[in-house]
């Protein structure tokens, strides 16, 4: 029985993750961390208001909480010979390095993804094997309006891992605001609408002389679907040693 811990148990996401890992029959649910919930229980387990102070017992950190406090709680489960499962937006390249190193070093898994959404982990690899072929392309990143962090998770690992896209025209060329040409990341151009009625919606265009290749995914309003693709990820942090990044990757075998 794989012992797990959710950082953020009382959010939108951890609530459903721990909602799955009771359900499941080779998790154990052995505690969670919210600062809102400490003192409470959710599905028999303790909330605790630290991740330090909740890891005895546990293999596996599951972290759905704020780039401001993920890196730590990442770094402190390493330390401690957990695994993790990082599924919070905003972290950037630096603190993957960061983790990836720290992983490396202690030989323990890290199983991080900007969407754990199978669906989305379907347009991920799309993206990645056309990418192979087609030089150009852009990012633009959807979400609701009071979304803090830009571009979203999904967008900015998607760019990290797509690399340099080929821009037509060099961008201190243009003419007009440079910002209208959305944000660099990674060397891909990445555009990032804030709008109500969007959850997370992540499109990559390809472009060629004269054809198009679009390829989007859209997400609803529940987090239903990140369960799945979490849990998995859950089962095989334990198994790995250093950073995976990309759900695709680990449904892929990689």
Known sequence: MTGICIAGITGWTGSAIAEGVAAAGDLELRSGVSRSGAGGTV???PVLARVTEALDGVDVLIDFTSHHVAREHALTAIAAGV???????GLVADDFAAIDAAARAAGVGVVASGN????A???AAGALLAARHL??????????????????????EL????????????????????EARGA?????QVHSVRLPSFVVSTEVVFGLPDERLSIRHDA???????????????????????????????LAGG
């Open 184 to 188: 660099a990341v990674a060397g891909t």
């Open 116 to 119: 754990f959404s199978l669906t």
């Open 159 to 178: 760019a990290e891992r797509l690399g340099a896209s080929r821009i037509g025209r060099p961008l201190d060329e243009i003419a007009g605001p440079v």
């Open 135 to 156: 030089p150009h392309w852009e990012i633009i990143d959807y979400a609701g309006a009071a979304k803090p962090d830009v571009p979203s998770g999904t967008a900015r």
């Open 83 to 89: 695994a993790v499962v990082i599924g919070t937006s």
């Open 121 to 123: 982990a379907m347009m």
């Open 220 to 250: 609803g309003g529940s987090p239903v679907p990140y369960v799945a693709g979490a849990l998995l990820a859950a089962r095989a942090a334990g198994e790995r040693a250093g950073l995976t990044r990309g759900l695709d990757t680990l």
């Open 43 to 45: 599905a028999g387990a």
